[in-house]
Each structure stands twice: as C-alpha cells, then as structure tokens.
C-alpha cells in the first residue's frame, strides 16, 4: 500500500516540513541515499513539545513526542521527493536522542515511537537500524530529536 494511503488510512497529517533554522539543509540526496537532519519534537499544532524524559515527562509523553519527529522527517523527506513517499525503498537508520535525567534507562521505550510510527506508514519499507541516546539536553529544551537515512529509487 502506499504511503499517503497508509497516511490516510490512519488518519494522520504530516506536518509541514520546517526550514532550517541554522547553517544547514533539512535534507540532502546522496546517490541513492536521502539523509534527513534532526527533526525535533513539536505537537500537532507545531508548538514544541518540551522536557526532561524522567523528570517533567513520563515515557508514555516520550513516545509520542518521538512519534512526532518521525512524522516530520517524513514531511521532510516528502518534501525533497517531491511529494511522492513511495521513492522511499527503504529506512536505513535512524538516530533518537532522548532529553533524560540520569537515571531515566527507557531510552529504546521512547524512540520506540519513531520506529513504530514509520513501520505504521511505511510497512516494512519502514524497518530499519536505530541508535537510541540519551543526551542531558536539546535544543530549545524539546524531549526527542531524530534524523534519518533512507535508500530511495
């Protein structure tokens, strides 16, 4: 099934894909490689999602802010594709970085969310490696930032 119809089907949005705020790109197509910059964690309404996992956010919140970067890395890589999902042949990587205490240890819990999410839209197209960190901050204070590397056609 393609993307946008699993999108559908699901009844998920794609955010819009946010410009880069820094001496970057948001996206860059290698060969057959499209690598995504980290995508932070913002809520449907583009308001960032904020907090230390372990201290002002519980697991369960970690999740879907993690849910949500993986929705904006794939509003990214839509948006360097040209709108079509369905050149994505396959999610090679992604990176999670947790915004935790020191005792927090549900790092693979949280960034769960990111793969979960791009298995739901992507099917196995979506199965891919993982790293997930903790870090004791991120940028603006968000919970969960990603990024990515797909193979495309």
Known sequence: MSADKKLKENNILLPEAPAPVGSY?????????????????????????????????????????????????LAQAKKILSGNLDQIKSCIKIVGFVNSTDDFIEQPKVINGASDMLVKILEDKGKHTRAAISVNSLPLDVA?????????K
Do not use: H, P, W
């Not at 919140?61 to 929705?71: I, M, P, S, T, V």
């Not at 969960?144 to 495309?152: C, L, T």
């Open 25 to 73: 790109v948001a996206s860059k197509i290698v060969g057959k490689l499209l690598y995504i910059s980290g995508q932070i964690s913002m809520n449907s309404k583009g308001e960032l999602i904020k907090g230390k996992l372990g201290k002002d956010l519980n697991t369960d919140d970690g999740y879907k802010a993690a849910e949500r970067c993986a929705l904006s890395t």
């Open 144 to 152: 969960v930032e990603i990024d990515a590397i797909f193979e495309i």
